[in-house]
C-alpha cells in the first residue's frame, strides 16, 4: 500500500473527555464566584443570577461531552483502530481514481450495507467584528456501499473516480492574485444548507472519508483525514 492514515475512537473519546473537565471545571469555578441567595424563594428578585445560566450551559456542555467520551470508548472496545490503506500510486489526486480500503482492527457485525461517504470541503475565512473565523463548506460529495457480510478486518473496499476540479485552488491569503473585486455572500434557508456564493478562493481544503453501518449497541463508525498526492498538497487544514 502506497499510503496509510490510522482512525482511533480512544483518541476522540480522550478529547471529549478533556472537553468535558474543562466545561466541568469552568461550571464549578463560575459557581464559586456567583452570590446564591440566602433563601431559595422563587418570588425573590435575587433568587436568578443571570450567570447561573452560565453554570447551567457548562454543566450541559460537560454532561453532553462526558456522553460522547463514553460512546467513543464503547466503540473502540468494540471495533478498535481502523486504518486506510491506499492503493498504488497513494494520495489523492483530482481528476483520477482514488481506490483503497479501510481496514478495522476487530470484526463488525453490521445489520446492513457500510456506507462510505468521501466529502472534499473548502475552508473560507469570515470576519466577524474585527476578527477573522473559519467555516467549513461541502464542495464535492460520492457515496458508495459494502455488502453488510464483508470482512471489515481484511478491509472495505471503495472507488471513487473524482472530478478534474472543485473548484477553485486554495489561496493561504484568501485573495487571488491580481484581485481587485471580491465578494462573498451566504445565504441560509431555514432548513436548508448553507450556500455560499463567492468569488474568494478557500484558505485551506480538506477530504474526509466516513464509514458508517448499523450494528448492536452503537453504529459503527469511522472518519479519516484522506492524504492527498505529494504534488498537490496545498492549503492547509482546518
Not at 467549513?136 to 478534474?164: I, Y
Not at 478557500?202 to 466516513?210: A, D, E, S, T
Not at 483525514?225 to 498538497?233: E, G
Amino acid at each position: 500500500m502506497a499510503d496509510s492514515e490510522q482512525f482511533s475512537p480512544a483518541t476522540r473519546a480522550i478529547s471529549a473527555v478533556g472537553i468535558a473537565v474543562l466545561c466541568a471545571g469552568g461550571a464549578i469555578w463560575l459557581g464559586m464566584q456567583l452570590g446564591w441567595p440566602a433563601s431559595f424563594d422563587v418570588n425573590d428578585v435575587d433568587f436568578v443570577n443571570p450567570l447561573s445560566i452560565m453554570v447551567l450551559a457548562l454543566v450541559c456542555g460537560s454532561l453532553w461531552f462526558a456522553g460522547k467520551a463514553g460512546l467513543w470508548l464503547i466503540r473502540h472496545r468494540a471495533f478498535g483502530r481502523v486504518v486506510l490503506e491506499l492503493d498504488p500510486p497513494g494520495g489523492l489526486r483530482l481528476g483520477r481514481a482514488f481506490s483503497g480500503r479501510l481496514r478495522v482492527q476487530k470484526p463488525v457485525a453490521a445489520n446492513g450495507p457500510f456506507r462510505l461517504v468521501l466529502t472534499c470541503i473548502d475552508v473560507h475565512e469570515f470576519e466577524d467584528n474585527g476578527r477573522f473565523k473559519t467555516s467549513d463548506f461541502p464542495v464535492w460529495t460520492a457515496e458508495q456501499t459494502v455488502p453488510p457480510q464483508t470482512d471489515a478486518t481484511r478491509g472495505l473496499p471503495f472507488r471513487f473516480d473524482l472530478p478534474a476540479s472543485v473548484g477553485m485552488d486554495p489561496v493561504a491569503s484568501g485573495i487571488l492574485p491580481g484581485s481587485v473585486n471580491r465578494h462573498r455572500a451566504t445565504v441560509h434557508v431555514p432548513g436548508m444548507r448553507k450556500v455560499l456564493a463567492s468569488n474568494i478562493p478557500p484558505v485551506g481544503r480538506y477530504w474526509k472519508l466516513v464509514a458508517t453501518a448499523p450494528t448492536p449497541g452503537p453504529d459503527f463508525r469511522a472518519e479519516v483525514i484522506v492524504p492527498l498526492d505529494s504534488q498537490k498538497r496545498k492549503g492547509r487544514l482546518p
